[in-house]
């Protein structure tokens, strides 16, 4: 399940004197989009897959408030998204094409990234929750020094990369499973910015970049820089090779094929999670077709990894590995998993983490060439605490607050948003009190269909057949105490929300929040 930004904060002061009296005491909030900082107007400007934007200040004034508006000015404006949409544009080679331009330019080639020891990670669902898994496994090797060939006792650097982000972007970014602070984020951001900003710029051997492809000239312009989330992944590889990173892990934006992440010519393994139905304007309305996309980022040479699939995006995902000369392992799920503290005890987490493991035991023989696990015997110490212990917000998350118990997860399809149902009415068996809905969506009308399963869900899971008593919709925004309202979610979309509620739940929830 996805992670994303959580556009408000409750707590038990902040209910009217009404929700108080009733004592509210489980809330199940559901965001499925990240919220991103609103753009400053100067520095709105249309866009494609690349942008010249407003300079920001130069020389030692540059701040981390400096760089997070200069990255804001990377974000594609909505309107200009769904142009792009309606005209059926979509990622495609020239894509990664870019990226390599851009890769060439602040100083690296493909080759470098090996330096990195990738371990990437594609899928619909729990792709993020399986490089959380990776790196928490692999930051208990490397506290204890080991997994590396140089020296018993060295402590080697993780990286870790995902996206979106809840609080700050540079969660991201992570080493040692921590975000990167805010100076450091700032100095590689500019860096990045700087050697971007250059007029054309040189590649390996001095040689000028001006990459072509078609014939329809430079990928690339010199001066521009890539959109939003392509200069994050752009500069975390810049970040984790000057810090001198032993091995990484990535997760991949959205698809695979195209994404920006596949510049990645040999990482240490691959792996592909759950595959669903999502992002169907980029990758297309099939599980056939999405499979497509997320079998990209099998490389000839590096061992890949799957979880049990649908039939038919199986099918597909064998192919490809066939295609690409790949051999292509199914997990089923680790029998030494019996007697592991898994949260949420469910088979989708289980998968999630059954392909962790794979992915870490692959990634610690590339350190160390000793390195082996026994099939047959108990997972390794390092092993279980990695799994037990990992920290992973808003992943089917709960905060108990004042007598109010807070469940968290960020789900952003059907199939997710039914898990995440049924972990919460799993949460609340044998617990008292109404049951509350915080919704919030990317503002798309067909989002409405999200709500179906998910009130079904937990109606059926209700003792007393209830379901939610109380739904508040939010909207794309954060709210500071001033009171910003911008960009609201339009009032038709909330009626079509109510009103599908109204539908669902018999008698009527409590719709709040408009």
Not at 36 to 43: D, E, H, Q, R, V
Not at 62 to 81: K, M
Not at 275 to 301: F, N, P, R, S
Request: overall charge positive; some cysteine.
């Amino acid at each position: 399940m996805r992670h994303a930004s959580f556009p408000i904060r409750l707590s038990l002061r902040s209910l009217t004197p009404s929700q108080k009296h009733h004592n509210l005491p489980h809330y199940l909030i559901l965001t499925t989009h990240l919220t991103l900082t609103p753009l400053k107007p100067n520095l709105i400007t249309a866009r494609t897959m690349a942008t010249t934007t407003t300079t920001p200040p130069t020389g030692g004034a540059r701040t981390y408030n400096d760089a997070i508006d200069a990255l804001n000015s990377l974000q594609t404006p909505f309107a200009i998204i769904e142009a792009r949409r309606k005209a059926g544009i979509r990622p495609d080679a020239t894509s990664l094409s870019e990226m390599r331009t851009y890769l060439a330019r602040i100083g690296y080639s493909p080759a470098d990234l090996d330096r990195l020891n990738i371990v990437h990670v594609a899928g619909t669902k729990g792709k993020g929750s399986t490089c959380a898994f990776v790196d928490s496994i692999l930051a208990r090797y490397s506290a204890a020094g080991k997994g590396g060939q140089e020296g018993k006792g060295k402590k080697r650097k993780v990286g870790l990369f995902t996206s979106p982000h809840l609080i700050a972007v540079r969660e991201r970014i992570r080493i040692g499973s921590r975000p990167i602070g805010e100076e450091v984020f700032a100095r590689y951001f500019f860096e990045v910015w700087d050697r971007l900003e250059a007029k054309g710029g040189e590649g390996e051997g001095g040689a000028a970049v001006g990459v072509e492809v078609g014939g329809r000239g430079e990928v690339a312009a010199p001066g521009t820089k890539p959109i939003y989330a392509r200069y994050l992944t752009l500069m975390s590889y810049h970040v984790f090779l000057s810090e001198g990173v032993d091995v990484a892990v990535y997760e991949t934006g959205i698809g695979g094929e195209y994404d920006a992440t596949n510049v990645v010519e040999r990482p240490v393994a691959s792996g592909i999670s759950t595959l669903g139905i999502d992002h169907v304007y980029v990758l297309g309305q099939t599980v056939e077709k999405i499979a497509w996309h997320k079998g990209g980022i099998m490389k000839k040479g590096s061992p890949a990894f799957t979880v049990e699939q649908v039939p038919a995006a199986a099918e597909v995902l064998l192919e490809r590995a066939e295609e690409k000369g790949v051999e292509l392992r199914v997990l089923g799920v680790d029998e030494r998993l019996k007697g592991i503290n898994i949260r949420p005890d469910a088979l989708f987490q289980k998968k999630n983490v059954t392909l962790a493991i794979a992915l870490a035991e692959t990634a610690l023989k590339k350190l160390d060439s000793g390195f082996e696990l026994d099939p047959k015997a108990p997972l390794p110490k390092e092993f279980v605490e990695g799994l037990e212990q990992v920290v992973w917000r808003g992943r089917c998350e709960v905060k108990e607050e004042e007598g109010i118990s807070w469940h968290v997860d960020g789900a952003h399809t059907v199939d997710s948003l039914k898990m995440a149902a049924r972990w919460f009415v799993g949460e609340c068996v044998d617990k008292k009190g109404p049951k509350v809905l915080i919704f919030n969506q990317q503002g798309r009308t067909e989002a409405v269909d999200f709500l179906d399963g998910l009130c079904h869900t937990v109606k059926k899971g209700d003792p007393a057949g209830k379901g939610f008593e109380h739904v508040i919709f939010c909207t794309n925004v954060t709210y500071a105490e001033t009171g910003y309202k911008r960009g609201m979610l339009p009032l038709s979309n909330k009626r079509i929300f109510t009103n599908r509620l109204h539908r669902l739940c018999k008698p009527p929830v409590q719709p709040q929040g408009y």
